[in-house]
C-alpha cells in the first residue's frame, strides 16, 4: 500500500512538471505576430532590393515606377506577381528565403532572407 505522503508528492511532481512544460513553451515559443514590410519599385529598381523577415511575415511589393514590373520568383518562376501596372500592389506571406526578379526588365533583382 502506497503511503498518503508519496501519492502528494507524485501529484505534486507530476503537476510541477506539467506547469514547467506550459511555462517553458510559452516562454521559448514563438509569440511572434506576422509583421508586413514594404519593398518600393521604382527607377527600374526594388528598394531594398535585400529585405530580412521573420517566418511567415508578408512581403508587399508597390510599383511606385511609371513602367509596368513584374515580382517573379528567380530560380524556378514558382510563383509571379503578374504585370504590375503604376501603384499597383502584390502581397504573399514569406517561408523561406526567396530570390526575385522583373521578368519585364531583367536587371531588377531582389532577395528575401528569413531569419
Keep these: 500500500m502506497i503511503s498518503t505522503k508519496v501519492k502528494l508528492r507524485s501529484v505534486f511532481l507530476g503537476s510541477f512538471i506539467v506547469l514547467f512544460g506550459i511555462l517553458g513553451t510559452n516562454a521559448c515559443g514563438s509569440s511572434h505576430s506576422p509583421e508586413t514590410h514594404v519593398i518600393v519599385i521604382k527607377g527600374l529598381k526594388f528598394l531594398p532590393n535585400e529585405l530580412t ?18 515580382v517573379t520568383e528567380e530560380v524556378g518562376r514558382e510563383w509571379s506577381s503578374g504585370v504590375m501596372k503604376n501603384e499597383a500592389i502584390y502581397k504573399m506571406a514569406i ?19 528569413v531569419k
Design 53 to 70: 523577415v521573420r517566418k511567415g511575415d508578408t512581403v508587399k511589393w508597390i510599383n511606385k515606377d511609371l513602367l509596368d514590373h513584374d
Design 95 to 113: 517561408e523561406e528565403n526567396t530570390d526575385y526578379f522583373c521578368s519585364l526588365h531583367v536587371v531588377m533583382k531582389g532577395k528575401v532572407f
